[in-house]
């Protein structure tokens, strides 16, 4: 059997390295300075990735990283001697100068630190540093310190594990850069759902809840980070903020998707209740409804199923109820239309005018009662019965007027000017008693008593009319 | 791509990897399991190496102790000692392939985090692999870089929903592969490694819904066409012992399963 066929068994570890370094010293200057155009056998351990950032992956990185971090959790320290007889040995047979090469890339981006007599060396171009880099005997002697400046573990995680949740997919690496990006996709998406939901919810006067705005903040600071570190660790601490954001922005999107006209509608409706509201009975469903479109409103809690729900179920209840509340309002206007219609005939007998008088005076009432059944908009029929006893009223005064056009007028005297006429008072029985409920004839007979005296008293001054 | 092919691929590869295989000439050639059986001191043809006289770590000492009181369970029930080591690298190559076969198929699925699945973003590492890596520097020093750790780590959590799969403790996983052999399996699972002649596999593979069930039918192809064989050519020859299972284990497609319900359960429901 050949050697070659050993090598697996012996060195398993040496697959991931399989580079010798030819000009370490000029590998390590290059390095350490940033430079662009490596020599072949440098671009071969894979430092960089392909935007030239160090590879934290790299396995020359990784494997020092993993050394180096497990001595400093077990505290011991590490001289430049240890790092290359680990990985000189089995099961690694890496190249000594390879591993230089990748301290040096350490150094370069701030994860090691050289320790040479117990001062730490941290810039690339300090000459020590460079020298005891490049003279393999002075190497040894130095201390490798690790400096993490990654995101933990831990974070990575659980950033990884929040993501997951927030985008219903699992395959997103766990690796800043790919959190990064799946954030960048996701976020953007819930940004633009989020203004759209504002768009509408303004107008429509749909309340955002608190968790809404603080998500949007969340995802537009997440979103402005570029560095994939940084937005890593400030997803991993605006988590709260951007589970309970987002899940909001998706459910009062959805609410909009779903509910969206609906909603206008209650609002209107509950519009026209308001202008009603003073004329509601105590205790209704209607008044139950109010409360409860009032509670969701102050808690921003329209898009909440179970709320949406019970306000839909007690709107139902709200509506039945207006409309016996319109019919009875209509009803009343309608008693003192056709009331006022049946008297009108007597009312002209009795005052002598012409029968052919009613047909104009009616008019307007009549034309009044053939609309009243197209009134529906509760503010206007709740004040049916008003608008119908004003058009009595002007019925009266036109009668009124009538009777005065026919009286005789009075001869003028010379010299003296006409006498104004007499301004009218009205009259109605909260005028003269608190309770205006009469039980019995003895009560009845107070009231009348009470109602004379006071109509005789304003008749010395005013004309007197009963409301 | 040929997703059977594939796999039957991968899953032929994987036994000759770790159990072994008959050649042209019918001679059997050991596979990576019984050359670490060797390594332990115990071999097919020849009296055990006592403990004390190789230098063991405390796990290949453990499963040595193990394959002892196997083969010793095995003789005082009739069966010879060559038999009795057979028969152990045979289930100990099964168990070791069916569970990583299971475990791929359940993250290519997406039921859990990636721990065969290599990829270059975790430095060739699986995302389990990676996070003991970053979490637990000093388990993955060894010359296995962690992954005999993270496989029985997740073993355990596994054992807890499926514990006859997945129990760390059988006896067919004490004796462990060895580390080239392992990555070896767990590159052609990955796709990171080609199996001959074919592309390399990917999600699509394992996520089939009889996939599984191909596997096992797969896993006995070479074993059952040897067998036959010898029917064939040795006039008189029984199929027994350890022959019946490859020679009668068919994978019932479901095409098969559907006509056997419908011809046999419908019936008697309806009646």
Known sequence: MELSTFWPTLYPKFEKVPVRIAQEQKA?????????????????????????????????????????????????????????????APPYGWDRNAVRVGVAACVRVGTIKILIGKMPHTNPADQTLQKALRDSREFEKVELMLEDSEVGADLLEETRALLMKLTGKRKIDETPAALHEAMETFGQDKLARAEKVIDWAEPAG???????????????????????????????????????????????????????????ELKSFVTQLRGVKHLLPPGGTIQEFLGEYEAAQAGARF????????????????????????????????????????????????????????????????????????????????????????????????????????????????????KPARETRRVRFSDVATVRRVCNEAEWEELQKKLDQRVRTLLREFEVELA | MDLKRTLRAITLELRRELEGKHDAQNNWQPGDLER???????????????????????????????????????????????????????????????????????????????VILQKNA?????????????????????ED?????????????RAKELPLLFDPKAVEVTLRPSVAALKRSIALLSGTLAAKGQEVATDEVFTAPDALGWTYQYWNTEEKDRVFQKVRTNKGTKIEGAEIVPATCIYTEPYMVKFLVQNSLVPRCIN
């Open chain 1, 28 to 88: 390590i200057i290059d390095v350490l300075g940033g430079e662009k155009n490596l020599a072949p056998d440098v671009n071969a351990l894979q430092l960089f990735d392909k935007s030239g950032a160090l590879d934290p992956h790299s396995p020359l990185l990784d494997g020092t990283r993993i050394f180096l971090a497990s001595r400093q959790s077990r505290k011991e320290r590490t001289l430049g001697k240890d790092l290359l007889d680990e990985f000189g």
């Open chain 2, 36 to 114: 670490r059986l060797a390594a332990v001191g115990v071999r097919r043809d020849r009296s055990p190496v006592p403990v004390n006289e190789l230098s063991l770590s405390a796990d290949d000492r453990e499963a040595r102790r193990v394959v002892d009181a196997f083969i010793q369970s095995r003789a005082e029930a009739g069966q010879d000692r060559e038999a009795a080591i057979a028969d152990f690298v045979r289930a100990a190559a099964y168990s070791w392939a069916n569970r990583l076969l299971a475990l791929r198929c359940m993250e290519a699925r997406n039921l859990i985090d990636e």
């Open chain 2, 145 to 157: 870089d962690g992954l005999f750790a993270v496989l029985l780590d997740e073993f355990g959590v």
């Open chain 1, 303 to 418: 898009a909440e199923q179970d709320i949406w729900k019970g306000i839909q179920a007690v709107k139902a209840g709200a509506a039945l109820e207006i409309q016996t509340l319109l019919a009875s309002w209509r009803d009343e206007a309608r008693v003192i239309v056709e009331d006022a219609l049946g008297r009108l005939p007597g009312d002209l007998e009795q005052r002598q005018l012409e029968e052919g008088l009613a047909k104009d005076m009616a008019a307007p009432i009549v034309a009044f009662g053939a609309v009243l059944d197209t009134e529906t908009e509760p503010v206007r029929v709740a004040a049916l019965p008003s608008r119908a006893q004003r058009l009595v009223d002007e019925l009266a005064a036109t009668l009124h007027k009538e009777v005065e056009k026919r009286a005789p007028k009075p001869p003028e005297e010379a010299g003296e000017p006409p």
């Open chain 1, 206 to 264: 749909l309340p955002r809840p608190k968790a809404f705005d603080e998500g949007k903040e969340a995802l537009e600071g997440v979103l402005a980070l570029t560095n994939p570190l940084q937005r890593v660790k400030e997803i991993h601490a605006r988590a709260g903020d951007l589970r309970s954001g987002v899940e909001s922005i998706d459910q009062i999107a959805t609410f909009r998707e779903k509910w969206g006209p609906a909603f206008t």
């Open chain 2, 122 to 142: 975790y430095g060739g590492r699986s995302l389990q692999h990676q996070r003991l890596a970053r979490k637990k520097p000093e388990r993955c020093l060894g």
